[in-house]
């Protein structure tokens, strides 16, 4: 059973950065296993805004954050990363990671991923 710890979360006025990392536990990465950073914002639903392959290293970033953010993968540590640069208020929200074998890198629903973190939120003022 895979556990994910994320930590990185805070407070930012807009236009900083912020780091948020993922580390897993429990689980080997093998082909087509993905890891996917999750947010969900006051009022909304989860959507997956970034994802990467653990075994191609291929990426997936919604629009709304694309050219801003940075997801990475560190397999020697198993940890992924976000780098959140150029925030804005309306990235103001819990993330989540998440890991499985998704159907689709892109876009994927929150039902494609069966392993989550705890959430961590990100509050840009």
């Known amino acids: 059973h895979v556990q994910l710890v994320e930590s990185g979360g805070g407070s930012v006025q807009a236009g900083g950065s912020l780091r948020l990392s993922c580390t897993a536990s429990?689980?080997?990465?093998?082909?087509?296993?993905?890891m996917a950073w999750f947010r969900q914002a006051p009022g909304k639903e989860r959507e997956e805004i970034a994802a990467i392959s653990t075994g191609n290293a291929n990426t997936y970033y919604a629009d709304s954050v694309k050219g801003r953010f940075t997801i990475s993968l560190d397999k020697a540590k198993k940890t992924m990363y976000l780098q959140m640069n150029s925030l804005k208020p309306e990235d103001t929200g819990m993330y989540y990671c998440?890991?499985?074998?998704?159907?689709?890198?892109?876009?994927?629903?929150?039902?494609?991923?069966?392993?989550w973190g705890q959430g961590t939120q990100v509050t840009v003022s």
């Open positions: 429990g689980y080997t990465f093998s082909s087509g296993y993905c």
């Open positions: 998440a890991a499985d074998f998704p159907w689709s890198l892109a876009g994927a629903p929150t039902t494609s991923y069966g392993s």
